[in-house]
């Protein structure tokens, strides 16, 4: 078949995020935070958002369920291995979209068949059939991926695809699972494929690359330009290991090189981008480097005199885009103490943050002011914190922070107070430390005694001023699980305080949610 396409071709852009990206270590994410960042996928036009793996546990099924039953213009899609009760789950989840899709998987490369599957080629495709087939009894719109197609064999990946879209996959992924394949070489396999497979032109050809190199997104583009018309990535290219390919990196490389690609991501609004990618990192605790390619704090930054002297005569000296294509302004909002719930109400809204009801309104509002007598200037990224803060302290609440005393003076030892509601009883915590930040996490293991592993401590600034706010990610391990544990405030040893608490809040709640790709699911 031919390899060219139209002008008019577009490329769907399905979103991981909730699914690949919630597989990082300690980046689980809540249903109500679900929600929230697929609602803003939403408002970006993403194609397809992949929302969960419902047969992975109870917690996962309702996320899927809840943002399935949520999202009216995007497709909700649900992962599933190539089993009858993963597939099963998945229809149940996605019974109620607007648009549902399921996409099943199952490794094709060798050495997966061989030490994880026990099986031989021929009973692989068998059970891709199998699997597609169940999969078409609930949806119309199914997509199979070969995990590991990078490593795989070309002829049996042929074979593979040949017999799943004769089953009735409509959309045919191509994983470079552990991110091993070059640009090139990568690019070479979507065209082979799309010219070997006998009934390649029935369905979609999409690709899913992994950075284990550095090379997911120039991998994905590579792809794009032999063919594929689907690419699976991340909101700041969050995922396993070193994470997929970044959305924001894949469309805006689209739309500026136009003179290059013959496909286009013209329905994307790319003005989104920014408000997503900060949503993202402050629900999932996972900071973006101020380098980061689009949405780094750095990326349309210039303190060279050259570069700035070039700018300030034609922007297109030094600057490939505009910040405002991506959504990237002066971002600040004009409410301050004095202003009304309903203006505070509206700009909320703008940023797609909806209020369940007039009490959750009313705590958010207060919280507001309390940081509108702190805080001379109100910013968005503010509100984000202050929403996801108010989110945070309605999960789970074993253990609450009442109120704290800090210490820290030249020439002592740092100690701290504080005072706690554990399981409805209040008690007091006391220790030193070798600073204020230590003095409080020792303190509140003094009477949690977590048995839990401090992994990270990191501190970003919001917003800029010496009185913004500080956002603090904490990460605890404990018997191999990692749980994330965020918290906003003026006051930096008050933020870790509660991020710390929140952690603790999160490790010990019943159950834990199993690793979606596990084997024992």
Known sequence: MSNSSSKSDSIIIFDTTLRD?????????????????ARALERMHVDVIEAGFPIASQGDFESVQAVANTIKDSTVCGLARALDKDIQRAGEALKNANAGRIHTFIATSPIHMKQKLRMEPDQVIEQAVKAVRLARQFTDDVEFSPEDAGRSDLDFLCRVLDAVIDAGATTVNIPDTVGYNLPDQFGKL??????????SDKAIFSVHCHNDLGLAVANSLSAVMNGARQVECTINGLGERAGNASLEEVVMAVRTRKDLFTANVNHI????????????????????????????ANAFAHESGIHQDGVLKNRETYEIMRAEDVGLTT??????????????????????????????????????????DKKHEIYDDDLQALVTEANLETEN??????????????????????TLMFDGKEVVAHSTGGGPVDAVFKALESVINSGTELLLYSVNNITSGTDAQGEV????????????????DTDIVIASAKAYINALNKIMEPGERAHPQAADV
């Open 473 to 488: 990610t904490v990460r605890l391990e404990r018997g191999g699980r990692i749980v994330n544990g965020q918290g906003a």
């Open 190 to 199: 979507i065209y082979s494929l799309r010219e070997k497979v006998s009934n």
């Open 397 to 418: 609440e074993r253990l609450r922070l009442v109120s704290m005393k800090v210490c820290s003076e030249t020439g002592e030892k740092p100690n701290a107070e504080l």
């Open 269 to 296: 609004d790319s003005t989104q981008i920014i408000n997503c990618s900060r949503l993202v990192s402050g629900i999932t605790g996972f900071a973006v480097q101020p380098n980061k390619a689009i949405v780094g």
């Open 21 to 37: 990206g919630e597989q990082s270590p300690g980046a689980s994410m809540t249903l109500d935070e679900k929600v929230r960042i």
């Open 331 to 372: 971002n600040r909002m004009v409410l301050g103490k004095h202003s009304g719930r309903n203006a505070f109400k509206t700009r909320l809204a703008e940023l797609g943050v909806e209020f369940k009801s007039e009490d959750e309104l009313n705590t958010a509002f207060s919280s507001f002011k309390d940081l509108a």
